[in-house]
């Protein structure tokens, strides 16, 4: 059963329905410097006492610092999304400022944000694209692909979507590894230049609490914070396009807007969680039209019956789409392994 079925929901809307879809979002595009700054405040000022407050109890009890991350960690990944409005410059009216505030939640996360930027809006211009994969999404090989592989191949596939790599390896594969300037950046272009300015601002954080308050207190608090927040991150998106309805077209088939409404998720999260995660939750909007600021997100979609016929998952629903790994062209479902056990495989 499909995950959209299993929750009732209606079946995704026709290309003819999605088109002018502009004029349908352009009315929520609009910036608000009072909703921008309420929401600055009521992220970065409690992440901040609760990194205090965490610092605090380290003479008392680390299982109490370690308790606090949790909603520390929330509060961080909401500072993402901040960020994240700023990337796609819709969460202030100003470019300038959505570049300033972009870099500073940039430096607050650990994510140079010029880098994270360009290779973000790559992963909006190629999602469900078969032809275009590997630009800021989950690597996901079709059934025949992954058949064709050896069995180094598949197996070195395998431990890629594994739930380990994916949700506990792969944000510190992020902070240490895909979040360095990247090599690939033209020296001629002004991102690499932010990203390493981004990068020299991290380190500096980071050395500068070191000095204060010694480098064990600094791993000991910000560690784990770092790691919860990237893990929550890497679910979030994972379950925003790895589900069994899914949208993957060659490209010569490929329609943006298609890609929008079938190949990303609607997050239903109690409404505490999506306050916390930025509405992200609302992704199939987002990704039709990323000039909407998260705090225009909700209404956006409640407004628009178009924008509500799409594949709704709950988070007991969500679980089950870690078991999919593969894009079964021929049945137009992501499958698991398990339905290959009858399907032939190379030496």
């Given at each position: 059963?499909?995950?959209?079925?299993?929750?009732?929901?209606?079946?995704?809307?026709?290309?003819?329905?999605?088109?002018?879809?502009?004029?349908?979002?352009?009315?929520?595009?609009?910036?608000?410097?009072?909703?921008?700054?309420?929401?600055?405040?009521?992220?970065?000022?409690?992440?901040?006492?609760?990194?205090?407050?965490?610092?605090?109890?380290?003479?008392?009890?680390?299982?109490?610092?370690?308790?606090?991350?949790?909603?520390?960690?929330?509060?961080?990944?909401?500072?993402?999304?901040?960020?994240?409005?700023?990337?796609?410059?819709?969460?202030?009216?100003?470019?300038?400022?959505n570049e300033v505030i972009g870099f500073i939640t940039g430096a607050i996360t650990l994510t140079p944000f010029a880098q994270w930027r360009r290779d973000h809006a790559l992963h909006h211009a190629s999602s469900g694209d078969l032809?275009?994969?590997?630009?800021?999404?989950?690597?996901?090989?079709?059934?025949?692909?992954?058949?064709?592989?050896?069995?180094?191949?598949?197996?070195?596939?395998?431990?890629?979507?594994?739930?380990?790599?994916?949700?506990?390896?792969?944000?510190?594969?992020?902070?240490?590894?895909?979040?360095?300037?990247?090599?690939?950046?033209?020296?001629?272009?002004?991102?690499?230049?932010?990203?390493?300015?981004?990068?020299?601002?991290?380190?500096?954080?980071?050395?500068?609490?070191?000095?204060?308050?010694?480098?064990?207190?600094?791993?000991?608090?910000?560690?784990?914070?770092?790691?919860?927040?990237?893990?929550?991150?890497?679910?979030?998106?994972?379950?925003?396009?790895?589900?069994?309805?899914?949208?993957?077209?060659?490209?010569?088939?490929?329609?943006?807007?298609?890609?929008?409404?079938?190949?990303?998720?609607?997050?239903?999260?109690?409404?505490?969680?999506?306050?916390?995660?930025?509405?992200?939750?609302?992704?199939?909007?987002?990704?039709?039209d990323p000039k909407i600021p998260n705090y225009h997100l909700r209404r956006c979609h409640d407004e628009n019956g178009v924008l509500q016929a799409v594949t709704v998952l709950t988070i007991r629903e969500s679980i089950r789409t870690?078991?999919?790994?593969?894009?079964?062209?021929?049945?137009?479902?992501?499958?698991?392994?398990?339905?290959?056990?009858?399907?032939?495989?190379?030496?």
């Amino acid at each position: 059963m499909s995950t959209s079925a299993a929750v009732g929901v209606q079946a995704a809307p026709t290309p003819s329905a999605l088109r002018g879809w502009q004029s349908t979002t352009a009315p929520y595009r609009a910036s608000s410097t009072t909703r921008a700054a309420v929401q600055l405040c009521t992220t970065i000022l409690p992440l901040g006492a609760l990194v205090a407050l965490m610092y605090a109890m380290l003479d008392v009890s680390y299982w109490i610092t370690l308790a606090l991350a949790v909603p520390a960690a929330g509060f961080l990944v909401r500072t993402f999304i901040i960020m994240h409005d700023c990337g796609h410059g819709s969460f202030v009216p100003s470019r300038r400022a959505n570049e300033v505030i972009g870099f500073i939640t940039g430096a607050i996360t650990l994510t140079p944000f010029a880098q994270w930027r360009r290779d973000h809006a790559l992963h909006h211009a190629s999602s469900g694209d078969l032809d275009r994969r590997g630009h800021g999404d989950v690597l996901t090989l079709t059934v025949e692909e992954y058949l064709a592989r050896s069995r180094w191949g598949r197996l070195k596939y395998r431990l890629y979507r594994h739930p380990i790599t994916l949700f506990v390896l792969g944000p510190i594969f992020l902070l240490f590894v895909r979040h360095l300037p990247a090599a690939g950046i033209a020296l001629t272009t002004k991102t690499k230049i932010e990203s390493r300015a981004t990068t020299a601002a991290i380190v500096a954080i980071v050395v500068a609490f070191a000095l204060a308050i010694g480098w064990q207190a600094v791993l000991l608090v910000y560690g784990p914070i770092i790691l919860i927040a990237g893990a929550t991150g890497n679910w979030l998106f994972y379950v925003q396009h790895q589900f069994e309805d899914a949208y993957w077209e060659a490209h010569e088939g490929w329609d943006y807007a298609a890609a929008a409404i079938k190949g990303a998720s609607y997050y239903r999260l109690p409404r505490v969680l999506e306050w916390m995660t930025g509405r992200i939750g609302l992704h199939h909007v987002h990704h039709l039209d990323p000039k909407i600021p998260n705090y225009h997100l909700r209404r956006c979609h409640d407004e628009n019956g178009v924008l509500q016929a799409v594949t709704v998952l709950t988070i007991r629903e969500s679980i089950r789409t870690a078991s999919l790994k593969l894009w079964d062209a021929e049945h137009r479902r992501m499958v698991g392994f398990r339905a290959l056990r009858s399907r032939p495989v190379a030496a």
